[in-house]
T-cell receptor, first 112, second 115 residues
Framework: NAGVTQTPKFQVLKTGQSMTLQCAQDMNHNSMYWYRQDPGMGLRLIYYSASEGTTDKGEVPNGYNVSRLNKREFSLRLESAAPSQTSVYFC???????????FGPGTRLTVL | AQTVTQSQPEMSVQEAETVTLSCTYD???????LFWYKQPPSRQMILVIRQEAYKQQNATENRFSVNFQKAAKSFSLKISDSQLGDTAMYFC????????????FGTGTRLTIIP
């Protein structure tokens, strides 16, 4: 039982490049989330998915797209990376109505 | 919109002592959850403790306990018999019980346990 996994762990991009961050969970949770963490700030929600086939914007969605591929997987795509997207990205999942979210290990992304 | 405030950016305490981390929040909701998450240098976000707002009894998990004051919108974390492994960032977070289940985080408190 791996919980929530994320790939890659680290990534360096040049401005304008694109990439997809992958997230998978094996806890059969309906809800999945993408957060970013910047220095001096708590985690901020980018997008979330309450169930397979649905996605909604969070607090900071600009510059990102998401895909809920199936119940297990929820990917985050940067179409044209900008230095302002340098951050640590966390994926999380939860069982609907239970409250507690379980987090992946994070991806440290640097955009030059 | 909900806000979560952690007014102590950094704290330090001697090993084996007790330390209390503060958190206040602002909401018009009556039903919600409150959480404390720990983030050690490994970067992993680890749930420490959770509290349902409808419960009057304060949550406890081994050496960790909370003081939940609903009227004052205060949710402090007490760590007893602190250990070196407690060194980490601690985040307070809020979630409405009904509707979208989005966490709102505070800015964190960096706790250092001194040997």
């Amino acid at each position: 039982n791996a919980g929530v996994t994320q790939t890659p762990k680290f990534q360096v991009l040049k401005t304008g490049q694109s990439m997809t961050l992958q997230c998978a969970q094996d806890m059969n949770h309906n809800s999945m989330y993408w957060y970013r963490q910047d220095p001096g700030m708590g985690l901020r929600l980018i997008y979330y998915s309450a169930s397979e086939g649905t996605t909604d914007k969070g607090e900071v969605p600009n510059g990102y797209n998401v895909s809920r591929l199936n119940k297990r997987e929820f990917s985050l795509r940067l179409e044209s990376a900008a230095p302002s997207q340098t951050s640590v990205y966390f994926c999380a999942s939860s069982e609907t109505g239970r409250g507690t979210q379980y987090f992946g290990p994070g991806t440290r992304l640097t955009v030059l | 919109a909900q806000t979560v405030t952690q007014s102590q950016p950094e704290m330090s305490v001697q090993e084996a002592e007790t330390v209390t981390l503060s958190c206040t929040y602002d909401t018009s909701e009556n039903n919600y959850y409150l959480f404390w998450y720990k983030q050690p240098p490994s970067r992993q976000m680890i749930l420490v403790i959770r509290q349902e707002a409808y419960k009057q009894q304060n949550a406890t998990e081994n050496r960790f306990s909370v003081n939940f004051q609903k009227a004052a919108k205060s949710f402090s974390l007490k760590i007893s018999d602190s250990q070196l492994g407690d060194t980490a960032m601690y985040f307070c977070a809020f979630m409405k019980t009904f509707g979208n289940e989005k966490l709102t985080f505070g800015t964190g408190t960096r706790l250092t346990i001194i040997p």
